[in-house]
């Protein structure tokens, strides 16, 4: 397809890409003095840069920054439809008028010239434009069609986690509630869901017990396989804090020196991987030294006895050689753990993203149960997700295996609750599990799953071994891909494209990791004929005969709506109305009454779902591919913080695009030598799926025998670049999120 067709009337949005670059241009040149590439790390990444347009404002309106999880307050200024200039909001909790660099410049992701403006079909090699009654009237025909020939579990939905509550809610009524199949997924699948599945497996419910400034309560703050000042860098903040205000500790646990690592009082540069031994290792020294409180330990947890004889074959002598580190610094970290009053416990995707992943994750909590760093303030597990909205899609239940209200699809009950607020018949509901991504993906491998609908999400750039995820997407009967970009790498496999809304287009609520609801107000149309993507849906909807199930007259009935599903449910919001999350931005769920005043840290009681906690007893499994003959190094990817997936936002900033205008790959000296790569060089790495190339950096803050790239370059960058390509698709067990931390890659010069 010719850009001009999709690309944004330049006169029509009031900006000329030349005003545009030379404004973000000016700006890059600042970005660019103080930016390390390779940590991650711009100086002044705090300081207030502004943007060219900035003062020009007549309006402001109340959002969230539609990147991480973190979710920082921002208010977003307006002059004539367009939005102008955002700033952090000053009396937000979270960042108090702070925004990271992704923060500040998300003016730039909305006057791009690849925004998609109008529907269109596919028509040979490229796109037909089509206006909306055509488009919306096709898809919801072979949606019909699909269903009534092949079954509802032919059809499947796969969305981002960075929509709100309300289009959630819409997604979830029509999938589930109208069509009768599970098969809604998101993209937190690949961030975030062994946290949660571990979380459950632990504490018997999705329930995030902490508030952020619990790690500026805490005299000790464990980081495992997280890097927060590239990743939540406006959080990273709390750590400077509680460390130099509060005279906190930090351990962290990475095979990489990261700028967080390099901030820790313990760096334990683990060997990639072996997460579960030394958390084994770490809970035998907390037992055999007795560093814990047995008698609580008991009356917390399940089955403490059966824990502390698992773990006695976890001495750090033994696990020592396997995780890289030595006995001592194992023992020494431990005795912190075990000597500190108040511990919280932070993991990130360097835990998720493996083949075992859930098992890191939960023998991690051991940890935090063992000790009793639970149910007090400042102890306690903290995860923040990757993508914005994580927490709110569980809640509404967006996801293969659960219904509103974390109700999940195959208790009966729970779909005769849920089908009475929707006005359905249960017995239409499905009371079979959906499918997650990868089975979706093989579902339109073996043509089982017949029609794919994505919205706002780019699986052909961030799904592991992507040749294959593209095969895949390549056989779906009919594909509907609703972005708000074009092309992006799954829209170019798209049969029917649907213009959605971007961030600041379209109104709602969402939750970030620590419960708190925001609300996001409309700010601006969209453009051309992009529409809010509940109203698409909603629209496809009623021309299916579901008309009576969607008659909301804005989005706050959709919330008020939901509000009833979750009443007695752990995420009760039933005293919260829009204007009262307005006035009491990040209020904390539970808020089951109009005069509760939020719930900031839960387990205060320390009653938990199931009564006790779930102590997990497991033991390490390596990777899928380990490094061998070859392919003697052990991939790793991971992010930069000035990049967010797979840059269908961030890569068109021309002022964040420069920080990262290629991929790199971080390699120890020893190993540079050994394979005759220097500093500077262009070296081919390559996995039993693919090559890429990427620029040699040498540095000793990884790990002998590891390598690491980041993951933010897909096939729009050229074919040589799409790192997904090496990444392996086998996935944790219970969880199904894919290990994009492990695959055996040779690296060699270009
Ligand atoms: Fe946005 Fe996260 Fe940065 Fe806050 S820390 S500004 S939520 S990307």
Known sequence: MERERYGVEEEREGITRRSFVRGASACAALTLAGFDPVSGTITGAFADVGYPEGGAASKWYMSVCPYCGVGCGVDVGVKNNRVVAVAGMKDHPVNEGRLCILGKNLVGMLHTDDRLVYPARREGDGFKRLDWDEAAAEVAERIKETVEKHGPD????????????????????????????????????????????????????????????????????VLSGYNPSSSKPIFFRRLVRAKKDSGARLIVIDPRRTDTARFADTFLQIRP??????????????????????AQARRLTDDYDAFSEHVKDFAPERVAAETGLSAGAIRDAARQIGRAERVVFMWGQGLNQSRIGTRKVTTLLNLCFITGNIGRPGAGPLAITGQTSAMGLREVGALPHLLPGFRLVTD????????????????????NKGKPIPMILEGLESGRIKVLWIIHSNPAATFPDTEWARRALSKADFLIVQDCYHPTETSRYAHMLLPGAQWS??????????????????????????????LIVMDVARRMGFGDLFRYRSTEDIFEEYK?????????????????????????????????????????????????????LHDHEEPAETPGEGYPLHLITGLVATQYHSRTRTGKIVKLDRTLPEPFVEIHPDDAGRYGVADGDLAVVSTRRGSVKARVVV????????????????????????????????????????????????????
């Open 412 to 431: 009966g009950k729970a779909r005769e609750e849920v089908a009475r607020v929707w006005g359905v018949d249960p017995a239409g509901m499905s009371p």
């Open 564 to 616: 009833l599903l979750t009443r007695g449910r752990p995420c009760d919001i039933s005293g919260l109305t829009y204007a009262r999350i307005a006035e009491e931005k990040g209020i904390q769920w539970p808020v089951p009454t109009a005069g509760h005043k939020g719930t900031r840290r839960r387990f205060l009681d320390r009653r938990f779902p199931k009564g006790k906690l779930r102590l997990n």
């Open 154 to 221: 032919s059809f499947a939905m796969y969305v981002s986690a960075s929509e709100y509550i309300e289009e959630y809610y819409i997604y979830n009524k029509f999938v589930k509630g109208c069509l009768g199949t599970n098969n809604l997924e998101s993209s937190a699948r690949l961030c975030w869901a062994s946290g949660v599945v571990g979380l459950v497996k632990a504490f018997g419910a999705d329930s995030p017990p902490c508030a952020y400034e619990d790690v500026e309560l805490a005299d000790l703050v």
């Open 273 to 294: 991987g072996t997460d579960v031994l030394l958390h084994n290792a770490m809970a035998h020294v907390l037992i055999k030294e007795k560093l814990i409180d047995e």
């Open 505 to 534: 287009e379209k109104g709602g609520t969402l939750t970030n990791s620590e419960r708190g609801l925001n609300l996001i107000e409309k700010a601006v149309d969209p453009p051309g004929q992009a529409r809010p993507d509940l």
């Open 699 to 750: 540095t000793d803050g990884i790990r002998r025998g590891a390598i690491f790239v980041p993951y933010h370059f897909g096939y729009l960058a050229g074919r040589e670049r799409a790192v997904n390509a090496l990444t392996n698709r086998s996935f944790d067990e219970f969880a199904k999120q894919p290990e994009f931390k492990a695959a055996a890659a040779r690296i060699e010069k270009a």
